[in-house]
């Protein structure tokens, strides 16, 4: 078996100690994120970004927003 030299997701620490209560908020604001939990692991949250670049580029204010909204960062 060869192991891959990378991945097309990140795996960040969630803002708040539920992923999946983060995740649900992020929904609010067209952001689709996978809490942890899912993958036995608690407190983070996958972000996938093997779609289009543009896609990817048009998220990240909006990504932007959502942190400083909710969290105030």
């Known amino acids: 078996?060869?192991?891959p030299g990378g991945t097309?997701?990140?795996?960040p620490k969630a803002l708040e100690a539920d992923a999946?209560?983060?995740?649900?908020k992020a929904k609010e604001y067209d952001l689709i994120l996978v809490p942890s939990d899912s993958f036995g692991v608690s407190?983070?949250?996958r972000?996938?970004?093997?779609?289009d670049t543009d896609k990817?580029?048009?998220s990240i204010?909006?990504?932007?927003r959502f942190v400083r909204e909710?969290?105030?960062l």
Do not use: H, S, T
């Open 1 to 3: 078996m060869v192991r």
């Open 8 to 11: 097309f997701y990140i795996f």
């Open 20 to 24: 999946n209560a983060f995740c649900m």
């Open 43 to 45: 407190g983070y949250f």
């Open 47 to 51: 972000m996938a970004y093997c779609i």
């Open 56 to 58: 990817v580029k048009r």
């Open 61 to 64: 204010p909006v990504l932007e």
């Open 70 to 72: 909710e969290y105030g």
